[in-house]
């Protein structure tokens, strides 16, 4: 592993705006309800649960993870959280999701920490992301469980397709 390795995997855009936009809808009825019918403890209820919605997607929902020699760190929309790889027990794939009525696809990456599981990219990575993940975590790789993640196909589309040119590795 180089001194100073690090990828960066990106949560896919449909899975930002649907946690997004399903937590907002939930606010958007409780508030419109209060409103509309005065403050209830009901209509109360649904707004309070819609802005906890709202902030747990802002705080905690995954848009990109950056993983280095040190840890993982996960940056959502308002915070940068760190994961030191001392504290991560196990690294796995979320369950897989049905995309097609033909297919199943690997779920994303997640981190056990103690007994919590931290989102840390909500797609499977492609083959070529899997194999320089691995390079990244090196032998560390081997304590997480890393070696034990079902690796992606090489058909499978790389996170950055649909960001910026930044996040385009560089071509040899």
Same mark, same amino acid.
């Given at each position: 592993?180089? %001194?100073?390795?690090?990828?960066?995997?990106?949560?896919?855009?449909? +899975?930002?705006?649907?946690? =997004? !936009?399903?937590?907002?809808?939930?606010?958007? #009825?409780?508030?419109?309800? #209060?409103?509309?019918?005065?403050?209830?403890? #009901?209509?109360?209820?649904?707004?309070?649960?819609?802005?906890?919605? $709202?902030?747990?997607?802002?705080? @905690?929902?995954? !848009?990109?993870?950056?993983? @280095?020699?040190? *840890?993982?760190? /996960?940056?959502?929309?308002?915070?940068?959280? /760190? !994961?030191?790889? =001392?504290?991560?027990?196990?690294?796995?794939?979320?369950?897989?999701?049905?995309?097609?009525?033909?297919?199943?696809?690997?779920? *994303? &990456?997640?981190?056990?920490? +103690?007994?919590?599981?931290?989102? &840390?990219?909500?797609?499977?990575?492609?083959?070529?992301?899997? @194999?320089?993940? %691995?390079? #990244?975590?090196?032998?560390?790789? %081997?304590?997480?469980?890393?070696?034990?993640?079902?690796?992606?196909?090489?058909? $499978?589309?790389?996170?950055?397709?649909?960001?910026?040119?930044?996040?385009?590795?560089?071509?040899?």
């Amino acid at each position: 592993m180089a %001194d100073g390795a690090s990828i960066t995997l990106h949560s896919s855009w449909r +899975g930002i705006i649907t946690s =997004s !936009l399903g937590a907002l809808m939930v606010f958007g #009825v409780g508030s419109a309800a #209060v409103f509309a019918s005065g403050l209830s403890v #009901v209509t109360g209820i649904i707004a309070a649960v819609g802005l906890l919605l $709202v902030l747990g997607v802002a705080v @905690d929902y995954p !848009l990109r993870s950056t993983f @280095d020699a040190e *840890g993982v760190t /996960r940056r959502a929309m308002l915070r940068s959280h /760190r !994961l030191a790889w =001392s504290d991560v027990r196990q690294l796995s794939r979320t369950r897989p999701s049905v995309a097609s009525m033909r297919r199943l696809q690997h779920g *994303g &990456l997640i981190a056990l920490v +103690g007994k919590r599981r931290y989102l &840390l990219v909500d797609q499977a990575e492609s083959g070529a992301e899997h @194999d320089e993940l %691995d390079a #990244v975590l090196g032998e560390r790789g %081997d304590e997480i469980g890393f070696d034990e993640v079902i690796r992606p196909g090489d058909d $499978v589309a790389p996170t950055w397709i649909y960001r910026s040119k930044r996040w385009q590795p560089p071509t040899s």
